[in-house]
């Protein structure tokens, strides 16, 4: 038995030099790789960028003039499809609601307002709509990309 012991001591001690020289080494890489003028050149630029994205994504959420053009995109639509419905043009209705939802900033809370307010039977139909709405939305941002992407 004491061999036994003494071959488990030998082998924690190995395992925990090992680690310890594993940890050495990655701080010694580490420290290397932090020193290099080379790599604190290319996280400045990597870093910059991303403000600069940042600023950008802020910008264009925040303009007051695209803001208010899209409130007021919303509120024609929401007013077109009101004014479907009421005529018993449910499908054109369903169209102009469900176009008001892919403007909409917080499209749940106008859903929950539309169950209520809505027929059972359009809001239904609404709900069948907003799939095809979303894909052709996708499929309509991939192209309007690839023309910005593509060089004169």
């Known amino acids: 038995m004491p061999c036994v012991r003494s071959l488990l001591g030998l082998l924690a001690a190995a395992a925990a030099c090992g680690t310890v020289a594993f ?3 990655c701080v010694y890489l580490d420290r290397k790789r932090r020193g ?14 991303e403000q600069q994205k940042a600023e950008e994504r802020g910008v264009q959420l925040w303009n007051p003039v695209k803001n208010e053009k899209l409130q007021e995109l919303f509120l024609q639509e929401v007013q ?47 709900l069948h709509k907003i799939p095809l709405f979303c894909q052709q939305f996708e499929a309509d941002m ?3 990309k690839c023309w910005e992407d593509e060089p004169d």
């Open 36 to 49: 290099d003028p080379a790599f604190k050149r290319r996280l400045r630029e990597k870093r910059r960028a």
């Open 142 to 144: 991939n192209e309007q």
């Open 80 to 126: 077109m499809g009101e004014l479907w419905l009421s005529r018993g043009e449910h499908r054109m209705g369903v169209q102009h609601l469900s176009n008001a939802l892919l403007v909409c900033r917080q499209p749940q809370e106008l859903l929950k307002v539309f169950k209520h307010t809505l027929p059972p039977k359009v809001f239904e139909m609404l």
């Open 23 to 25: 940890l050495g080494y």
